[in-house]
Nanobody
Framework: EVQLVESGGGLVQAGGSLTLSCTAS????????IAWFRQAPGKEREGVVC????????YIEDSVKGRFTISRDNAKNTVTLHMSNLKPEDTGLYFC??????????????????????WGQGTQVTVSS
């Protein structure tokens, strides 16, 4: 069974930090680029950070640049999102997604959500002001 399981969300004050983890199983993890998308209430799901299959290329969306970093460990089938200096506008449901290599050019962005093959259930991040 294909699974992506996110963890690490929670409530944090503005300026604080959180680390999200995504653990994959049931598919060949190394054949996929991985992204973190977030969805705020009433808004579309947007890709904020992503990493390519080997982990040597990442994309960081402008609004989180300098505050969010992404890394992956293919031996453990995990992807980690470190978030610092969090802002209220970072609030949302954070999803981990897997997309077949070649379906998105990670150098330019995380690609459209509809292209993604696998999704986790999401983990809520709430940043209070």
């Amino acid at each position: 069974e294909v699974q992506l399981v996110e963890s690490g969300g929670g409530l944090v004050q503005a300026g604080g930090s959180l680390t999200l983890s995504c653990t994959a199983s049931g598919f060949k993890f190394g054949d996929y680029d991985i992204a973190w998308f977030r969805q705020a209430p009433g808004k579309e799901r947007e890709g904020v950070v992503c990493v390519n299959d080997s982990g040597n290329s990442t994309y960081i969306e402008d609004s989180v640049k300098g505050r969010f970093t992404i890394s992956r460990d293919n031996a453990k089938n995990t992807v980690t999102l470190h978030m610092s200096n969090l802002k209220p506008e970072d609030t949302g449901l954070y999803f981990c997604g897997a997309i077949t290599v070649g379906q998105a050019d990670i150098r330019d962005g995380c690609g459209r959500s509809w292209r993604y093959d696998h999704w986790g259930q999401g983990t809520q991040v709430t940043v209070s002001s």
